[in-house]
């Protein structure tokens, strides 16, 4: 969860940006599966990718404060 790894930042998510929108369901949804997951144009792989590069993110922005 992104609250608790920037617990002393605001951090916002956005689902809609740059003109781009679609579900990114969580891992979890997408073994549950269902008509969200089917239809979303992201794969299991991707809720994974997405927390390590905001962990990423967070410590970078920390090194630059």
């Given amino acids: 969860d992104v609250r608790e790894m920037a617990p002393d930042k605001f951090v916002i998510c956005t689902c809609i940006t740059n003109g781009n929108s679609g579900y990114l369901p969580t891992k979890e949804a997408f073994e549950e599966g269902g ?24 410590v970078t922005i920390d090194d630059i404060e």
């Fill in 35 to 58: 008509y969200e997951c089917r239809s979303s144009n992201f794969t299991i792989a991707l809720p994974d990718v997405l927390m390590r590069t905001i962990g990423e993110m967070l």
